[in-house]
Structures are given as structure tokens and as C-alpha cells.
């Protein structure tokens, strides 16, 4: 029976997913979800854009709260939770690194009393990716389906041709453990994959494309705090035209963008770091 009803939810997060262009308001300037009672809140300026240009519903979820104040670093920003991730608004950098995802998988899982660190490795597999860097590995979890592919096939949008792998790196880091079945927050007990800014989840069960799914991290970390008020200060604006990137900032990498380590609401409404190292 739990199964069933899990499955039900998930067809369920499916019909939601359908009725995601159905967002309506200016392109890149308002987007609200009345077709989704549960989500009171929009999207406003820039933070609009930015989520519908690097794959609004199935990315990053509907937003769960509204558009706060926040101390990052002893310096003031506006952030917003969303239901898979937490958008940052830097103004003090260039685009499109002005906007900036928080790292909720490496979070979750240091709170949940994890260190990635000491996790299992992985070994180089033939048709994978082998990660030096966090010695892990991704794969397909069939043919030409699965983790691997559905890295390869997002990613922010840099101005790279197709999808590059440094914009694949930018929206979701590096993966921080290897595939293993894990119980999600729905109760159902699915192959699981972290990485540093998303979990992947395999349905099979599922058609396609849905069989991989990110994990709902934004509401996990968020969890039962309060929402916190919403900013006075006017939304970022979007911007007038695409940025080409030809090369990252000197300093900045798609894997380690100074994504705070830190977020605090202000005034204090929400968790000091929802919740964070």
C-alpha cells in the first residue's frame, strides 16, 4: 500500500510537471502558479529568468517561499527557496554568475550526519564518467537512460553550444557518493545518487522522462522553519539581453562559485542556516 501510494505521488509530481508553462506573466518578469494551490508565491525579475531559462519546474521546483533578505558572509542578498534548490542574487558579480545556486546536497547530507568525504569510492567503469576530483563515478542506469545521461543532457546556460560539460558542472557540482538505494522523503525506496547542488532519484517505474527525478532539497532543508518576510528592496531586474560566457571568472569555478556556506534571514524569521555546515 505505501508503494501505491508513493507511485501516486509521483504520477502526481507528472500532472504538475504538464501544467508548468501554464505560469503565467510577463516573460522573465512575473511568473505565478495559480494552477498550483499550494504555491502562493512568484517569481519576480531576474530570479524569474534565471529559472526559466535553466529548466524551471523539473530543476528546481515551484518557489516555496517568497523573495527574503538574507545575510551571506556579513553582506546583505536576496535569496529564494525553491522546492529543489535556493536562488542567490549576487549583485556585486558579473552574469550570469550574478545569480548563484546554493550547494543544498552536500548540505543535507553533512546535516544528516554524512561526510560525503568518508563515503565509498567508486572505480573507473567503462561507458561512466570517473570523477577524479570526488572519485566517483556516474553512469546510465540503462541504455542510454539513467544519471549519466540526464547530467549530460542539463546544465545552466553559459553560451556554450548544446549543453556543455562545465554548465552540467555549474548546475549540479560534482556527485559526492556512489548509487545506492536509499529511502526518500515520500517514503519510497529508490537508487540515489548526491551531488553537490541536487539528488538524483531513479523511478523506472516511471515513463520516460521521468524515470530520473531531483530530490525535493530546498523543501528537506528548509524543513518546518518559518517563512521568513519578504524583501522591501525591489527584485533584481533581468537582464536585456543573453550572456555568452566564454570562461569563468578568475577565481570562481562552476563547482566551487561562492555559494554561501551561510544563509541568514533577516530579520531572523527564518533558520539561521536552512540548514547548512
Given amino acids: 500500500m505505501p508503494r501505491r501510494i508513493c507511485l501516486c505521488a509521483l504520477l ?21 502558479f495559480p494552477a498550483v494551490p499550494s504555491i502562493g508565491d512568484c517569481l519576480q525579475g531576474r530570479f524569474a529568468q534565471y529559472w526559466a531559462s535553466n529548466g524551471g519546474v523539473p530543476v528546481f521546483g515551484y518557489p516555496t517561499t517568497p523573495m527574503f533578505d538574507a545575510n551571506t558572509h556579513g553582506a546583505q542578498a536576496q535569496d529564494q527557496m525553491l522546492e529543489r534548490n535556493r536562488l542567490e542574487y549576487h549583485p556585486e558579480l558579473a552574469p550570469p554568475y550574478d545569480i548563484l545556486l546554493g550547494r ?8 544528516r550526519g554524512r561526510n560525503w568525504r568518508a563515503e565509498p569510492v567508486g572505480t573507473p567503469q567503462a561507458g561512466c564518467w570517473w570523477v577524479a576530483t570526488t572519485h566517483h563515478t556516474v553512469c546510465d542506469q540503462a541504455s542510454s537512460e539513467g544519471f549519466l545521461s540526464y547530467y549530460r543532457s542539463h546544465g545552466l546556460e553559459l553560451g556554450d553550444p548544446g549543453v556543455s560539460e562545465r554548465e552540467s558542472l555549474a548546475l549540479f557540482g560534482y556527485p559526492l557518493t556512489e548509487p545506492r538505494l536509499e529511502t526518500n522523503a515520500t517514503g519510497d525506496t529508490v537508487l540515489t545518487q548526491w551531488f553537490e547542488r541536487a539528488r538524483f532519484e531513479w523511478h523506472p517505474e516511471l515513463p520516460e522522462p521521468y524515470r530520473v527525478l531531483l530530490g525535493l532539497l ?6 518546518s522553519a518559518p517563512l521568513p518576510p519578504a524583501s522591501q528592496l525591489p527584485a533584481p531586474a533581468p537582464l536585456a539581453a543573453a550572456i555568452s560566457v566564454d570562461t569563468t571568472p578568475s577565481g570562481i569555478s562552476p563547482s566551487t562559485s561562492p555559494t554561501p556556506a551561510t544563509v541568514v534571514a533577516t530579520p531572523s524569521a527564518g533558520p539561521s542556516s536552512p540548514p547548512n555546515d
Avoid: K, M, N
Avoid at 501554464?22 to 511568473?31: D, I, K, N, Q, W
Avoid at 543544498?104 to 546535516?111: A, P, Q, R, S, Y
Avoid at 530546498?218 to 524543513?223: A, H, K
Fill in 218 to 223: 530546498g523543501r528537506e532543508s528548509w524543513g
Fill in 12 to 32: 502526481g509530481i507528472i500532472a504538475l510537471l504538464t501544467i508548468a508553462p501554464a505560469a503565467h506573466g510577463a516573460p522573465s518578469s512575473t511568473r505565478c
Fill in 104 to 111: 543544498l546536497g552536500e548540505d543535507l547530507l553533512l546535516t
